[in-house]
């Protein structure tokens, strides 16, 4: 049987992509720095070259990175250090309201049961030993507990400082090198198909650009809502949980719920009254369910816009499939690769229409 020349070079292409694929699964555990530094870099170098453009070439572009590598690493470090209020604020709290809480928690939950015919005995007592005894220490060695249970220690530890000195290490010279690298990458195309490379790239940079754009303002307008609101309803920890809340919406559906446990868990230990209790979820229903109808009605049509935005059907899938295929790497490039291939689809369908195959049948 023999294979015409277009067959061929499709074979090749698919061989191609199989094996770039199987080398991507292969290295995934090693990747995870170098994806992350390559995603900060697409979404950070805009500003190096604004920042060049700004300085009219007296600002060399040393200087541009360096100063835009400082200001979201210490911008990174302001909202992990966000939580530390949160755990320092709770704990205490949480020590005093678990025993009430799960007399009231049996206490709802028995009759409950009761009506359909089950009887569930909850052990109250060792439950309220359980966390007696964990909630008891102090922050200092509640921490020194969790990272010792999760063996913080060895490779663990080496891999995590390994990624904390090698992600900055990475975008640092991808900030000065990208353009070169972009360069590089397109100049193995072969000639006959950069034309519909460059018109490629372009379409997926614009789509990809105006994502991140939108999002960045999807959550700093939701940061600043969420503290707003739960301020105004009295909580103490309104500007940590809402500032958070907001930020972590860049994690689809994930974010959202974190903010919202967090909020409700801080209204029950803070309100500890039964009218307290009911106040709580007054605040998260209006603070969290208004803020999720504007995000989805208002905020992200308007500053992402229905254009770039991927169908929540397909963010779960993709989040679950590239997840499941290539672990933390998949989740992180799950989103931006999906949003590459919305534009392959859009093209390819273009290109179906247009085809014989499509105008015959």
């Given amino acids: 049987m023999q294979f015409t020349s277009t067959q061929k070079r499709a074979a090749a292409w698919l061989a191609f992509l199989i094996g770039f694929v199987l080398l991507l699964w292969l290295l995934a555990p090693v990747l995870t720095p170098f994806v992350v530094a390559a995603i900060l870099a697409y979404a950070l170098t805009p500003v190096v070259d604004w920042l060049d453009d700004l300085g009219r070439g007296r600002i060399p572009r040393l200087l541009a990175v360096v100063l835009v590598e400082l200001v979201f690493l210490l911008l990174l470090l302001a909202l992990l250090l966000l939580v530390v209020p949160i755990l320092v604020k709770q704990l205490p709290l949480l020590r005093e309201q678990v025993p009430p809480l799960l007399d009231r928690f049996n206490g709802f939950l028995q009759p409950l049961l009761s009506q359909f015919g089950l009887h569930v005995a909850l052990d109250v007592a060792g439950l309220k030993a359980f966390a007696t005894e964990h909630l008891n220490a102090n922050f200092q060695d509640s921490l020194g507990r969790l990272l010792e249970s999760a063996k913080f220690g060895g490779s663990v530890a080496l891999s995590v400082l390994g990624n904390a000195v090698l992600i900055p290490v990475v975008l640092f010279y991808l900030l000065m090198e990208w353009r070169r690298f972009m360069a590089l990458l397109l100049n193995l195309v072969p000639p006959r198909l950069r034309a519909g490379v460059d018109s490629f790239t372009q379409d997926a940079d614009g789509v990809l650009g105006q994502y991140l754009r939108g999002q960045l ?107 499941h295929l290539l672990g933390f790497v998949g989740v992180l490039i799950a989103l931006p690769l999906s949003a590459v291939l919305l534009v392959a689809g859009r093209r390819l369908r273009s290109t179906y229409l247009d085809s014989a195959l499509y105008r015959e049948s």
């Fill in 217 to 323: 303002l999807v959550m700093a307008v939701l940061a600043v809502y969420y503290s707003v609101g739960l301020a105004l309803f009295g909580l103490d920890l309104a500007l940590p949980i809402g500032v958070f809340t907001g930020l972590a919406v860049a994690i689809p559906y994930l974010g959202f719920g974190l903010g919202l446990v967090m909020a409700l868990l801080a209204g029950f230990l803070e309100f500890s009254t039964q009218a307290g209790h009911i106040s709580a979820w007054v605040m998260v229903a209006v603070v969290y369910g208004l803020g999720q109808l504007g995000e989805s009605f208002f905020l992200t049509p308007r500053l992402v816009g229905e254009r770039m935005g991927l169908h929540p059907v397909v963010v779960i899938f993709a989040l679950l499939a590239f997840g």
